[in-house]
């Protein structure tokens, strides 16, 4: 069930990509490298014990172009704190993880708010990064469904979107608890 979360977020993650290709970022590639190496330590700093989630919660807030992308601020954020969450789960820290998934959420829920329906595309793509957070990561299944719902009704010929809901998981067991650490065998 972990390989469809992350197949569900990689889909998703290309998505999001996809539509962004087309911008034109100033010096990209020090840009992208430079908010990379800002996610990579603050994954590090709260997966060693350094600093507590919310600290480098705020630190990732305030700092500027957190993927390298022009992206509105929430949503850059929101998509920063889902790659430090992520990064946490690969060093096996998912209650330290768990914090970044709902800070994205909670970013991306004012970004939804702020995006107007004739934005059609753009809405729907934040609405799939949250319903991805919400069924892969934080238990929330009904919810993660009822955004996909929303994302299929502004965007109803989108072949991602179809797959991605014929790919939730019927089990919210398959979610965030599939990570917490397993005790040790000795």
């Known amino acids: 069930m972990r ?11 290309f998505g999001l990509g996809a539509s ?20 990579t330590d603050a994954a590090a700093a709260v997966a060693g014990g350094e600093i507590a989630p919310e600290i480098a919660l705020n630190q990732l807030r305030a700092g500027n172009s957190l993927t390298g992308l022009k992206l509105d601020t929430e ?15 690969v060093a096996r820290k998912p ?8 800070a994205a959420e909670a970013s991306l829920g004012l970004v939804i708010a702020r995006t107007p329906d004739s934005a059609a595309r753009d809405k729907a793509q934040y609405l799939e990064i949250r319903a991805l957070i919400r069924t ?43 990570h917490k650490e397993q005790p040790a065998r000795g």
Request: hydrophobic share 45%; proline share 3%; net charge positive.
């Open 3 to 13: 390989t469809l979360a992350h197949a569900c977020a990689l889909l998703c993650t």
């Open 20 to 39: 962004l290709a087309a911008q034109t970022v100033s010096d990209t590639g020090k840009s992208l490298e430079e908010a990379r190496k800002l996610r």
């Open 136 to 178: 892969s990561y934080l238990n929330k299944l009904a919810e993660g469904k009822a955004d996909l719902q929303d994302a299929l009704k502004l965007a109803p010929g989108d072949k991602r979107l179809q797959q991605m809901r014929r790919l939730l998981p019927a089990d919210p067991a398959a979610t965030l608890s599939n």
């Open 95 to 102: 209650v330290e993880a768990e914090a970044f998934f709902h």
């Open 75 to 89: 949503a850059d954020f929101a998509v920063a704190a889902l790659d430090v969450g992520r990064r946490l789960l």
